[in-house]
C-alpha cells in the first residue's frame, strides 16, 4: 500500500517536473488512470487476503457441538496470535473487579479470569468474530464461545441468558448474553476464558483488566508458562511480561532457573505445586519419571 503511494507520489512529481522542461505533458497523464487502476487492484487483493485468512480459522475444526473441537490438534509453543488494533470491549457493562484470576486455585486449575457481576447483566462479545458454541457445560453452566479472526476463542461461562445462536457474527461490543451464575460458580460473576486451538492462555497475558481496555501488543506470543495454570496463583497478579518478539520469547526462555533442594518429606507433586512448576516439566527438564523416588539432598532444576 505504502508502495504504491510513493509510486503515485513519484509519478506526480515527474509529471510537475516534465511538465516544467516544457515537455509533453498529455504524453504523461495516459499513465495516471493506469496507476489509480493499480491502486484500486492492489487494496482489492488486500481485502481478499484478509477474508481468506479469517476464513482458515472458520473453516478448521469448525465445531458447534463440543466446547473443545482441538483436542486432536497438537499445538507447540510458542505460539504468536496477531490483533488488528490495541482495544477490546469490556464485556460488562461495569467496572472491572479482577474476583479471581489465572492460577493454581483451591488444589486444581482455572483457566480463566473471574469478573464480578450481577445477574443478568448484558456481556458482551470483546473483539470481532463469529458465535461457535452455545451450551450447557457441566463445570460452565451456560457458556457461549466466539471464535475470532485470529483464531483466538473467547469463553464466557456462567451465565443466565443466551442473546446469540451458533454461527453468528458478532462485532465488537455487542450483547450476546447476560452475566448469572450457572453452572459451578460461587455467586454471580463472568469466567471469561482465552483459547487458543484448545490451548488456555493466561487472559492477563493479553488484555490488560485494569482501567483501559487494551490488548498488551498486535503481536502476542504465549509460552508455555503463560498457558499453565501452575504457573500462577489465582489470588495474585503474575508479573506480566509483554512478549512481542521472537527476540523476546528467547531471552524470556533463558532466565533464571531455580534449583531445589529436595528436604524430607517432599514429594514431586508438592515441590511442583509449591513453586508452581508443573510436574511433566521438572520431570522433563530432570530426566526423571513421575513415580521415581527422590533423595534427601537431590537437585532438581525448577
Ligand atoms: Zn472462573
Not at 504468536?80 to 489465572?102: C, G, M
Not at 451456560?142 to 443466551?162: D, F, M, P, Q, W
Not at 503474575?238 to 529436595?262: H, P
Request: proline share 3%; net charge positive.
Amino acid at each position: 500500500m505504502k508502495h504504491l503511494q510513493r509510486t503515485i507520489l513519484v509519478s506526480l512529481l515527474i509529471l510537475t517536473l516534465q511538465n516544467g522542461y516544457g515537455q509533453d505533458f498529455s504524453k504523461n497523464l495516459i499513465h495516471l488512470p493506469n496507476i489509480i487502476k493499480k491502486y484500486k487492484k492492489q487494496t482489492a487483493k488486500i481485502k481478499k487476503q484478509k477474508d481468506s485468512l479469517s476464513n482458515i480459522h472458520f473453516a478448521n475444526n469448525w465445531d458447534t457441538i463440543h466446547f473443545n473441537p482441538y483436542r486432536n490438534t497438537k499445538i507447540s509453543f510458542p505460539f504468536e496470535i496477531n490483533f488488528l488494533d490495541k482495544t477490546y470491549a469490556s464485556p460488562i457493562p461495569r467496572k472491572h473487579v479482577v474476583t479471581s484470576r489465572y492460577g493454581w486455585r483451591r488444589g486444581r486449575a482455572h483457566r480463566a479470569i473471574d469478573i464480578d457481576l450481577i445477574t443478568g447483566d448484558d456481556v458482551y462479545s470483546v473483539l470481532d468474530g463469529k458465535v461457535r458454541y452455545v451450551g450447557y457445560h457441566p463445570g460452565h453452566g451456560k457458556t457461549i464461545v466466539v471464535r475470532h479472526y485470529n483464531g483466538l476463542e473467547t469463553v464466557y461461562a456462567h451465565l443466565s441468558k443466551y442473546d446469540v445462536k451458533v454461527n453468528t457474527i458478532v462485532k465488537k461490543g455487542e450483547l450476546i448474553g447476560k452475566g448469572g451464575n450457572t453452572g459451578r460458580s460461587r455467586g454471580s460473576h463472568l469466567h471469561l476464558e482465552m483459547r487458543y486451538k484448545g490451548i488456555d492462555i493466561n487472559p492477563e497475558h493479553i488484555f490488560n483488566f485494569k482501567g483501559k481496555t487494551t490488548i498488551r501488543s498486535k503481536n502476542i506470543w504465549v509460552t508455555e508458562d503463560w498457558a499453565t495454570p501452575y504457573y500462577h496463583i489465582s489470588t495474585r497478579q503474575s508479573n506480566l511480561v509483554t512478549l512481542d518478539t521472537f527476540e523476546k520469547v528467547t531471552a524470556y526462555k533463558k532466565r533464571k532457573r531455580k534449583i531445589y533442594i529436595v528436604k524430607s518429606g517432599d514429594t514431586l507433586s508438592g515441590i511442583a505445586y509449591k513453586n508452581h512448576v508443573p510436574i511433566r516439566r521438572i520431570c522433563k527438564t530432570n530426566k526423571i519419571r513421575r513415580t521415581s523416588t527422590l533423595k534427601i539432598g537431590q537437585r532438581l532444576i525448577l
